[in-house]
Each structure stands twice: as structure tokens, then as C-alpha cells.
């Protein structure tokens, strides 16, 4: 764990050779993340678990501006990348059927109500998107939280924020995204 924090340093400081270090330690949590992204798609995506990781991963590598401060914060980028690249494909496959073609994902931990029902990936990033404009900070735990699967502890460390801060960020943001997903699908059913 902290070798993957000094080597992100590293790399911050402008050492390029650490990316040659730093892709064997991260790629196996990349894939679980991957895989767990993926899991929720359809059965006949056309990303795979590899490309997802190496798309997200060169993504991130190629931040510009990015104080790498560790593992966590690490991590919790790639999630975010993942996600920004699946709702990217989204939307291209629903442009390419006009319109057609709903994405799926299951909401899971997120919103106990929802754990077998499935959400359009792109209705799940509006609704995202509109957290982000009321709160970016709960916004931002949701993400780390549910599409980054880091644990309380890490998000504290990643925001720096205390525990039990962002254990009642999560509690209220759970909420909200209930209420928000619960209003759209009585919209349009």
C-alpha cells in the first residue's frame, strides 16, 4: 500500500519511470473494479474487463494538475474514469439506435430499494450530474463510495474529511439518490 503511494508521489514530482512500477501494483484492484462495473452492463458489452482498466488507466496517467496524494485518491480517480468512460459508450450506443438501446446497472448498496431493479446508466449519470450541482462533495463520496468501492476510512483520508463526516454524507446522499431515482421512474412510467 505505501509503496503505491510513494510511487504516485513520485510520478506527481515528475518521475516518468514510476509508471513502469506502478501499473503491476494497481492493475489487479483495477480489474476487480473493472469487473465489478462490467458485471452490471449487459451480457453482450463490447468493453471488456482488460480494455476498461487500460482505457481508464492511460486516462489517468495523463491527468494534468493532479496532486497524487495516495492509494485511496488513486483508486478513486480510476472509478471515476471507468464510470465517465461506460456512460461515454453509453451514449454512443444510444445515439447510434436513436435512441434506443438502454444501458443497465444495478444500484446495489446504494439504494437498498432498488437492489433487483436495473437503471438506465445514463439516467443514473443524470441524476449523478444533478448531485453533483446541490452537493459536489456527496457527489463525490457516492462515487468513491459505490463506483470506487473504497471504504469509509479511505474516503475520509482521500477528501480529508473525518469519518464520521462521511459516513453521514454517505447516509444523506443514499437518501437523496433514492428520492431522485424513485421521482424519475414514477415519471415515466
Request: hydrophobic residues 45%; charged residues 30%.
Amino acid at each position: 500500500m505505501g509503496d503505491v503511494t510513494e510511487i504516485l508521489k513520485s510520478y506527481g514530482d515528475g518521475d516518468r519511470a514510476a509508471l513502469d512500477t506502478l501499473l503491476p501494483l494497481v492493475y489487479d484492484e483495477l480489474r476487480v473494479i473493472a469487473r465489478s462495473y462490467l458485471r452490471q452492463e449487459r451480457a453482450d458489452h463490447t468493453l471488456q474487463p482488460t480494455g476498461l482498466v487500460h482505457e481508464a488507466y492511460l486516462r489517468l496517467v495523463n491527468q494534468q494538475h493532479v496532486d497524487w496524494r495516495n492509494r485511496a485518491q488513486f483508486f478513486g480517480l480510476a472509478a471515476s474514469m471507468m464510470r465517465r468512460i461506460l456512460v461515454n459508450h453509453a451514449e454512443a450506443r444510444r445515439a447510434q439506435k436513436r435512441g434506443g438501446g438502454v444501458e443497465k446497472v444495478s444500484l446495489e448498496e446504494v439504494v437498498i430499494a432498488f437492489d433487483d431493479d436495473l437503471l438506465d446508466l445514463l439516467e443514473l449519470n443524470e441524476v449523478m450530474l444533478q448531485l453533483e450541482q446541490i452537493d459536489k462533495v456527496k457527489s463525490e463520496i457516492v462515487e468513491l463510495k459505490f463506483f470506487g468501492g473504497l471504504t469509509i476510512d479511505e474516503i475520509a483520508a482521500v477528501t480529508n474529511r473525518s469519518a464520521a463526516t462521511v459516513e453521514r454524507e454517505w447516509a444523506f446522499a443514499r437518501g437523496w439518490l433514492y428520492k431522485a431515482l424513485t421521482e424519475r421512474q414514477s415519471e415515466s412510467a
